[in-house]
């Protein structure tokens, strides 16, 4: 029986130096990142989804960057469609894929599949939101509830973006989504992933950093950044583009709803509640290997030292690497 070729699955919390660890492997080892991201997707996003720089991403090939207009919702099923072509045409190459993010339903459904869903409908979807202008999310959960109550007990009443999404499936296809979930089977994964957390030992560092790097993104550019966006006239707050933590944020703020020193501190709050989810996601996950993010997030300090880092860069001494790690046997 052929053995599966090699993935690495980089999780961790936002702020976590996930991106400066992976550059690091990338000069050590044959590897290509694919963005687990479900904000870095969009174009004209930079400053605030802290995209790796022109600079980084000539360093080694990035992918599933950049690849959609903020106007274009972009689905944790769109991404196992571009992400498992991706990793064999990468594998192909003779290299690795490194899939680094802090998205942790796209590693999910990477890992586990997903139901084979109906394209988005844009009628549907507009009258969905006309509705919710009408009536608010609250009265749209509850219309969910009564067609799809499996569905509805899973949904917060004020999540607007998963809310619309199965109504819109409802509606689409007359079939509860939550029956159709159950119903399809997905293409298992062709790779053997090994599963790597970074994250700081103590909570107060990474509440220390997303305030510092949200202040820095404020003195890079950020708002220039949102007031583009909102100035286009053709995105609102519930695009799951301008959901994404900090926009929201900013966006709040230019359309009058918060002072500028109240964004500061929801947007840093909002960063923090993040975290705090992913890091909730990550402690449930099986076969993970958890990797402490130390203030550099050098290997070194997460633990790549238990092998000699002064190798040539292949295949082979990845896997030594990982073998060091417990991770895997060669």
Known sequence: MTELPLAIALMGPTASGKTALALELCQHFPCEIISVDSALVYRGMDIGTAKPTAAERAQVPHHLIDIR?????????????????????????????????????????????????PASDPKIRAEIISEAERLGWPALHAELARVDPDAAALIHPNHSQRIGRALEVFRATGMPMSQLQQQSIAAPLSHRLV????????????????????RAMLEQGFLPEVKALYERGDLHADLPAIRAVGYRQVWDYFSGQSSYDEMIEKGIAATRQLAKRQCTWLRSWPELCWLNGAAENTMKNVGFDKYDTAITTDNLSLQRALKYLGQISI
Request: charged share 25%; proline share 7%; net charge neutral.
């Open 69 to 117: 207009d903020p106007s274009e919702p972009y689905s944790a099923a769109d991404f196992r469609r571009d992400a498992l072509p991706l990793m064999n045409e990468i594998s192909a190459r003779g290299r690795t894929p490194l899939l680094v993010g802090g998205t942790m339903l796209y590693f999910k459904v990477l890992r586990e599949g997903i139901a084979d869903m």
């Open 195 to 214: 599963q790597l957390a970074l994250a700081p030992t103590e909570r107060e560092v990474l509440h220390q950093r997303i305030a510092v790097r949200f």
